[in-house]
């Protein structure tokens, strides 16, 4: 049986942090890709035009999504939003006819 050591700890946990990162990476890629195809607009100014109740950005608030749900509930979070957006917009386009 093989012990593991300090080291080889840290460089799991630093591997599982970068594999985290480029799992939230490409979710978001995904969120900017919908924006870009479905809003005409795009990750950048969403951020930029989104407020959240508890004042925490947009990056924090996906870092608690994530940490406590993981990607799916990330997913979630992130079409539920695309969901949202697009009842405002329709909302919207009937106040202007």
């Not at 959240?52 to 996906?62: I, P, R, T």
């Amino acid at each position: 049986m093989r012990h593991f050591t300090f080291n080889d700890w840290k460089i799991y946990g630093h591997n599982t942090m970068n594999f985290n990162a480029q799992i939230k990476s490409r979710l978001l890629a995904e969120f900017d890709n919908r924006l870009k195809t479905e809003l005409s607009t795009d990750l950048y100014a969403f951020i930029a035009n989104v407020r959240l109740d508890k004042g925490e950005s947009f990056h924090e608030a996906v870092d608690v999504i994530f940490n406590r749900d993981g990607a799916t509930g990330l997913r979630s979070f992130l079409n539920e939003m695309i969901e949202l957006l697009e009842d405002m917009q329709a909302e919207n386009d009937e106040m202007l006819e």
